[in-house]
């Protein structure tokens, strides 16, 4: 993997100096991650002048939940845990020659951006942006298996979870459960808080799980995700409980899985972000369902569960292949609950078969 993490930082570093930069600081930990392997609490990066330094508080670990570095890249261990890396790391670029330093300002507190200042008060400080996110749309192969493996491990809790007896159990009991049963299938941890949500809550994005209890012809809305090797992927099924579903049920779940098939459709290479959530948000549209509806129907997802693109009406950009993207809509009625299915994809060109489905617990609405 060290080739990998090295042609990443190489990229990263041509675009620096095309924009005029001679070095560039890395603190945002999911950005560290993808370009040392590797983000031990608090580190900072540096792509230097003439060399790459990883800059600690202390010696990194092999942890899960922290990557495993690339053994090419050197490390700055500072001399206590009281000193800042990034601050250390603008210093560096400085001792290397470096007249210029590219920062995240969208990560640095001001702050540390008035410190990083003070240590090296003759670089030419310059907003580096984005630009690591945008390298980290496109994933590889390697990548894309962790978030497979995310998948299977998500699908196998949510799968065991429908086989208990759900009926008389709170929401945070069941959501408590499924985080228990992810890390016993081998995930680092939950991609985000696990949401049950019951009868009025289903299909709220985002719900956080209460104390209400499961009852018979409730709704039952889930969305959960898995973190494998630091990629997070996501799931969401909604069903009903214990009953046949009442006919306004099954009319809005075939409402909401229409929408979530007619954006499945439109994840292919070219295809507008705004194109996708259009043509998702059209079939709620037509069905009186414009108000209230989520900001977005999808996004991007790896290092962390939130990333670009966006999927969302004022969308800029178009898809290219081997991006992960969820497609999410979903439906709330005030006081009766509602309905949200949510999939992650891979986006593969029709000539691979089209889009890679990661989630396959069944979609069937099921009376549990």
Known sequence: MSEVYAARRTRLRERCNTAGSAAALISRPANVRYLAGAVPQRAALLIGKREDLLVCTGPPDEKPT?????????????????GDPAVAAAGLAASQ????????EHHLTVARHR??????????????GGAVEQLRVVKDEEEISCLRIGAEIADQALGELLESILVGRTERHLALELERRL????????????????GPNSGRRGHRPTDRRVEEGDF????????????????????????SPADWQIELYDLVFAAQRAGREMLAPGSAYRDVDRAARQVLDS????????????????????EDPQLA?????KLDACVPVTVEPGVHLPGRGGVRIDDTLVVRPEADGGPELLTITTKELLAL
């Open 220 to 243: 039952l809305s889930v969305c959960l995700g898995a973190t494998y090797r630091g990629y997070r992927c996501e799931i969401g099924r909604t069903f009903v409980i214990g009953t």
């Open 287 to 306: 069905a009186g369902y414009a108000e209230g509806l989520p900001p977005l129907t999808g996004h991007g997802v790896g290092l962390e569960i939130d």
């Open 183 to 198: 890390v016993d299938h081998g995930a680092d941890g939950p991609a985000f808080p696990t949401s049950v949500a019951t």
């Open 66 to 82: 922290e990557g495993r570095p690339d053994e090419a890249l050197p490390v700055h261990t500072l001399p206590g845990p009281a």
């Open 115 to 128: 410190a990083i200042r003070s240590v090296a008060p003759r670089l030419r400080l310059a907003d580096l």
């Open 97 to 104: 020659g470096a007249d210029s330093l590219a920062v995240e």
């Open 313 to 317: 009406p004022s969308a800029m950009g």
